[in-house]
T-cell receptor, first 113, second 110 residues
Framework: NAGVTQTPKFQVLKTGQSMTLQCAQD?????MYWYRQDPGMGLRLIYY???????DKGEVPNGYNVSRLNKREFSLRLESAAPSQTSVYFC????????????FGPGTRLTVT | SQQGEEDPQALSIQEGENATMNCSYKTSINNLQWYRQNSGRGLVHLIL?????REKHSGRLRVTLDTSKKSSSLLITASRAADTASYFCATEDSSYKLIFGSGTRLLVRP
């Protein structure tokens, strides 16, 4: 069991470039999440998917889009990267929404210059 | 906006001592969870306490929850160098989303 995997591990973008962060889980979880973590801060929810076929905005969705490709995969897209999106991005999954622990991937460190 | 706020922001103790960190939150919750993050890694779930529970234990971890004061504490007993990490509380709101605090950085000196 790989758990939650994320690609890439590191990425440097120029302002205005686009990219997609990939996330996959092999635990047959229904719910998946994208967070960002800025230095010295906790995690902030960008988007989440309570179940396959549904997505919803979190606390900081502006500048991002998501796709729940299937039950395993949940991708995060930056259409036009900005320096303010420099951060570490974490994907997580849980068996269902509500009352259960979330399992986190190792993170993607993104720098936008 | 941050729901949970941990206190202290940083804590340095000697191996073998106990470490206590606190979390305060603002609105009513379904449950409160504690996570650990080693440097440069993802978060790992430690323990979950439901809003109708007051205390929970898991190995060397003890968590308390006081819903009247909207606060929780995490106690790590007999700390080890391997406990060095950042610790985050996360509260689950009525729409089942987790809201994380800014964390306590714990350093356990050998």
């Amino acid at each position: 069991n790989a758990g939650v995997t994320q690609t890439p591990k590191f990425q440097v973008l120029k302002t205005g470039q686009s990219m997609t962060l990939q996330c996959a889980q092999d635990m047959n979880h229904n719910s998946m999440y994208w967070y960002r973590q800025d230095p010295g801060m906790g995690l902030r929810l960008i988007y989440y998917s309570a179940s396959e076929g549904t997505t919803d905005k979190g606390e900081v969705p502006n500048g991002y889009n998501v796709s729940r490709l299937n039950k395993r995969e949940f991708s995060l897209r930056l259409e036009s990267a900005a320096p303010s999106q420099t951060s570490v991005y974490f994907c997580a999954s849980s068996d269902t929404s509500g009352g259960l622990e979330q399992y986190f991937g190792p993170g993607t460190r993104l720098t936008v210059t | 906006s941050q729901q949970g706020e941990e206190d202290p922001q940083a804590l340095s103790i000697q191996e073998g001592e106990n470490a206590t960190m606190n979390c305060s939150y603002k609105t009513s919750i379904n449950n409160l969870q504690w996570y650990r993050q080693n440097s440069g890694r993802g978060l790992v779930h430690l323990i979950l306490i439901r809003s109708n529970e007051r205390e929970k234990h898991s190995g060397r971890l003890r968590v308390t929850l006081d819903t009247s004061k909207k606060s929780s504490s995490l106690l790590i007993t007999a700390s080890r160098a391997a406990d060095t990490a950042s610790y985050f509380c996360a509260t689950e709101d009525s729409s089942y989303k987790l809201i994380f605090g800014s964390g306590t950085r714990l350093l356990v000196r050998p």
